[in-house]
């Protein structure tokens, strides 16, 4: 109730994936030290995508 979702799925070559993560680690770090927003949930290999 009152929120809203949004999702998106990213999907690199075999090999790629560490260096994914990696920028996805920096840019959520450099997200939260600015501060205000709203929360980002970050899933890499999820069991199940739904």
Known sequence: ???SW???LIR?????G???AGALKT???ARTA?????????RIDP???G
Request: aromatic fraction near 0%.
């Open 27 to 29: 840019a959520q770090a």
């Open 18 to 20: 560490a260096a994914l």
């Open 47 to 49: 069991p199940d995508i």
């Open 34 to 42: 600015k501060g205000g927003g709203d929360q980002v949930r970050i």
């Open 6 to 8: 949004e999702r998106m």
């Open 12 to 16: 690199v070559v075999p090999g790629r």
């Open 1 to 3: 109730p009152g929120e």
